[in-house]
């Protein structure tokens, strides 16, 4: 049985067929949408590797089946940039060395997108630390990471802490 | 991944339905069953999405000053829910102790309550487990076992519940309704999960074809809100099961505790709630010693199933220390690090 799945991906309507319920939000980007910048760690939600921000909420998009994401919007590292100008926090991981490697950095910069619009961190490191602990780093760049996040935070404007729903 | 069938039904009518079939299960955000189903821990043959499920998704004021939570309401909104983090500080700080963030942003209410334990031999699918697979055996009982139960466990599984968000709310009294084939039916969290006996296959009172749709807390759980802290010792400093946790809440009227309620995480095969130390609590002065009187209370019964020990002296320290925290008062703001034994003593109290 194929599953037709329309997700709005970095601001663009894509419609696929799915032949396979299994196939996960993650894979469907990397296989499917040839957007590989999503990076595959564990694939069992432990690393963050995968991070997405699905309809304004950062999520682990390897534990996401595609097809119940059906008519979601989906934002990825691919999608953060304005053209050539890097978003806040790419440059910000930059100027703070917040990576060795690079494999998780789309997943920390995900990650820290979600995080600054959650707006629960404030300028407290400790809160940032906390929030970004769904993100693991090998090289060990935390303290880079958790300097960037705080300085991209200052420039996009802490919005207040947020009113869930 | 063993192939299945993937069904997308419009009312929980039509989840009920299409979860009879044998072979079925109910599928909300997927944070624990599809890790379990690409582990090959689980493996059903057909998937009943019910996340799109209508009107699962609230949090709700009711008439009798209660909060009835919808299912399928995230676990970040309801933490973040300003009305319910207010009235019910220490669901919230649970829930915030638990995952991460974007773990909590997905996993439901419902979810929640249904994740499976972590014991490791229970995942690896090379391993005996009678969990897993009814009378194979338990290769924890003789393995790597300094993290398993302490209480309420049995020869034939000694593996833990994980859930944070479930040990505050049985100390609360909370209410799981249910709808299946027979109906509507309401169970409190309490009798909600099962203890393993000869049977650890069998986890909760629901039947196959039954969805839990809401949560329910009575009015009375929001007289603890001044003094209710949860505690979680962690391998690392977050993003981490408990070790041991404990859930605090009392109600304190001229310097006498009126009320208390006392529950453990991560020693028991499901969130256990330790009655022997509300009863011991109950009328006395909030001090140090009936502390202790009441951690060694509910621990009482505890024996290692393993090279555990150490948990039982764990469990009541962090008993005492949670009750502690809670006699200081609730802080305003869930803590940087929610739940951490590490982080400062509370702050300003969050009720005059």
């Known amino acids: 049985m194929a599953f037709s799945t329309t997700l709005t991906v970095n601001g663009v309507k894509r419609t696929i067929q799915l032949d396979d319920p299994r196939i996960t939000l993650l894979d469907l980007l990397r296989e499917h949408l040839d ?6 760690g564990c694939d069992r939600g432990q690393c963050g590797a995968c991070t997405v921000i699905v309809d304004g909420r950062r999520i682990n998009s390897c534990l996401a089946l595609a097809v119940s994401h059906d ?5 990825t590292i691919e999608g953060v940039a304005d053209g050539d100008r890097l978003h806040p926090v790419q440059e910000a991981f930059i100027a703070h060395d917040g990576l060795q490697c690079g494999f998780c950095t789309p997943g920390q910069i995900m990650s820290a997108i979600g995080l600054i619009a959650e707006g629960q961190a404030g300028d407290d490191p400790e809160r940032v630390r906390e929030g970004m602990s769904g993100n693991l780093c090998r090289c060990g760049a935390y303290q880079g990471i958790t300097e960037a996040v705080l300085e991209a935070q200052k420039a996009l404007g802490a919005p207040s802490r947020r009113k869930a729903a | 991944m063993k192939p299945f069938d993937y069904v997308r039904p419009a009312s929980v009518r039509e989840a009920v339905a299409a979860a009879s079939e044998p072979g079925a299960a109910y599928l909300a ?13 689980s493996r059903p043959s057909r998937l009943v999405d019910v996340s799109h499920l209508p009107d699962l998704d609230h949090i709700e004021d009711l ?18 829910d300003r009305d319910f983090a207010q009235r019910f ?8 102790s638990g995952a991460s963030a974007q773990l909590r942003n997905a996993a439901t209410v419902g979810g929640n309550l249904l994740q499976r334990t972590r014991c490791a031999y229970f995942y690896d699918v090379a391993s005996a487990c009678n969990k897993r697979d009814p009378g194979a055996g338990c290769d924890a009982r003789g393995g790597e076992n300094r993290l398993h139960a302490i209480l309420g466990w049995s020869e034939n599984c000694i593996a833990t519940h994980p859930s944070d968000f479930c040990v505050p709310l049985i100390a609360l009294d909370a209410v799981v309704e249910i709808e299946g084939k027979a109906g509507r039916r309401e169970i409190p969290l309490e009798k909600f999960h099962r203890l393993p006996g000869n049977t650890p296959e069998r986890e909760t009172m629901l039947e196959p074809d039954e ?20 505690l979680k010792v962690r391998e690392r400093t977050s993003y981490a099961f408990a070790v041991v946790s404990a859930a605090a809440a009392l109600r304190v009227e001229h310097d006498r505790i009126v009320d208390a309620r006392v529950a453990l995480g991560g020693v028991a095969p499901k969130p256990w709630r330790a009655r022997e130390a509300e009863a011991i609590l109950a009328g006395a002065r909030p001090d140090d010693a009936i502390f202790h009187r009441a951690a060694a209370a509910a621990l009482a019964d505890a024996r290692p199933s393993g090279n555990n020990n150490f948990k039982i002296e764990l469990a009541r320290r962090i008993v005492v220390r949670a009750l502690v925290l809670a006699a200081a008062g609730t802080p305003q703001r869930v803590p940087a690090l929610p739940a951490s034994p590490f982080a400062a003593v509370s702050g300003v109290a969050i009720h005059a």
Do not use: C, Q, S, W
């Not at chain 2, 955000?29 to 821990?41: R, V």
């Not at chain 2, 008439?63 to 909104?77: E, P, S, W, Y």
């Not at chain 2, 969805?211 to 949860?230: D, K, S, T």
């Open chain 2, 29 to 41: 955000a997927g944070t624990n069953l599809l890790d379990l189903i690409k582990g090959g821990i």
């Open chain 1, 71 to 75: 008519g979601a919007d989906v934002l």
């Open chain 1, 35 to 40: 957007l590989t910048g999503t990076k595959k």
């Open chain 2, 63 to 80: 008439a009798d000053g209660g909060v009835r939570i919808g299912a399928l309401v995230r676990n970040a909104d309801l933490a973040h």
């Open chain 2, 211 to 230: 969805m839990i749709v809401a949560l329910r807390l009575p009015a009375e759980a929001a007289g603890f809100a001044a003094h209710a802290r949860y």
């Open chain 2, 89 to 96: 500080p220490v669901v919230a700080e649970a829930l915030l």
